[in-house]
């Protein structure tokens, strides 16, 4: 069954939502002098055909080409954009189109918006990532030595187009990193999205394209009234502070894992302390740690790893004065922010992911 996407009129930003968006799109893409594609090596061969087929106006507009992986996120790749922008003389009227995933739509923004002192730029996600988070936001940016997202900017694009006719060619482990997001949203704002996937495994599950918009559309909830991460917008930390040290620590190593790992693994460890410090009942977190641990395989950290990941969190950027801040879950659908924990109730909650499976 054809449904019809989409469209949402969230000053600034134009977004065109679920099946067939990019057939809707016209309206939200064209309208400058000139245009500028970027793709990576993957969606350069996966989806600038279907971006094309959909949009033929994009025949022959020139394409910068970057290298795909999160280790590619960083400022010699920004550089070889700002050069081929240059070499390609694209002035200040032109329109980017970021055409791939989180990783390309954060360094696409983050140079947009520093090429000339800006440009505008659209983003089309094509990974599930992508569509229900990164793409969405303005948070743009790259990783800078061994810190993610170390240099970035706060700049929205002035339209994003979701399509999940993308998500064809994706592979699997980029669906499930993208599923720990989604499963996010059911529990800091979404019970009714929470009790559609709970018990699935996300191999079997059917109905994507409601998935999609539902997510997406909570995130543009929360941007819309927090754009600059004052206030609600922090709920969406949920997970991170922890998966965010471990993504670090594989990265370090040199083993990368899926952003969607290390947030499942982070999410394990900070329903633990919810559990500890908020209304938050254990049969509620027993129902969390099952879901995630249906879907994600635990990852392969010991003991002797915990002290590596604790430096980790301490250079979070969610730090203030040295304490450590989470957003943690009150009941499901309801997260609350900057809650104070000790390392203790931390390394406890670390214990717990290492030796409760
Ligand atoms: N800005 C934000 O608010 C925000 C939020 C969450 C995550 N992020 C960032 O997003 C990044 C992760 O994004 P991601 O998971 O999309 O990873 P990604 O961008 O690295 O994409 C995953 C892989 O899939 C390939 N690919 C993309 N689309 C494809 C398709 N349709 N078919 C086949 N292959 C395809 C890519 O080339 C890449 O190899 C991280 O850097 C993270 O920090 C940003």
């Known amino acids: 069954m054809n449904t019809s996407p989409v469209f949402l009129d969230a000053k600034p ?66 550089l070889f954009i700002w050069k081929e922008l240059t070499r390609l003389n694209v002035d200040r009227d032109a329109l980017m189109i970021n055409l791939g995933g989180g990783v390309l739509t954060d360094i696409g923004g983050f140079v947009a ?52 006719v993308f998500l064809k060619t994706l592979e699997e482990k980029h669906w499930q990193s ?51 991460e004052k206030g609600v917008r922090k709920n969406l930390n949920f997970g991170h502070t922890i998966g965010h040290a471990f993504e670090s620590f594989f990265l370090k190593k040199e083993t990368p894992i899926t952003h969607g790992q290390a947030i499942a693994a982070g999410m394990i460890c900070e329903a633990y302390i919810s559990e500890k410090m908020t209304d938050l009942e254990c049969s509620r977190k027993e129902e969390i740690v099952e879901m995630i641990d249906k879907n994600f395989s635990r990852l392969s950290v010991t003991k002797e790893d915990v002290p590596a990941l604790i430096d980790l969190m301490r250079q979070d950027k969610k730090v203030r004065e040295g304490k450590l801040r989470f957003s943690l879950i009150k009941r499901l659908g309801k997260a609350v922010h900057d809650k104070e924990v000790s390392t203790d109730l931390v390394l406890e909650s670390l214990e717990y992911y290492l030796h409760d499976r």
Not at 196 to 214: A, S, T
């Open 13 to 78: 930003v134009s977004y065109m939502i679920g099946e067939q968006a990019l057939d809707h799109s016209s309206k939200l893409l064209v309208n400058y002098p000139r245009y500028v594609l970027l793709v990576d090596n993957n969606t350069r061969n996966y989806c600038l055909p279907v971006f094309r087929e959909h949009l033929p106006e994009f025949r022959e507009t020139d394409v910068i080409c970057i290298e795909s992986g999160e280790e590619k996120k960083n400022l010699d790749q920004a």
């Open 113 to 164: 918006a520093t090429y000339k002192r800006g440009i505008a730029f659209a983003n089309v996600p094509t990974t599930l990532l992508g569509m229900v988070d990164a793409s969405i936001g303005g948070k743009t940016g790259i990783d800078f030595g061994k810190f993610k997202n170390q240099v970035g900017l706060f700049v929205d694009p002035v339209s994003v187009v979701i399509d999940p």
């Open 178 to 228: 993208g599923f720990a997001e989604v499963l996010k949203y059911g529990l800091i704002m979404d019970r009714e999205l929470w009790q559609w996937l709970y018990g699935k495994d996300f191999h079997e599950i059917d109905f994507w394209d409601k998935i999609i918009v539902r997510a997406a559309r909570d995130k543009i909830d929360i941007v819309r009234h927090d754009f600059e």
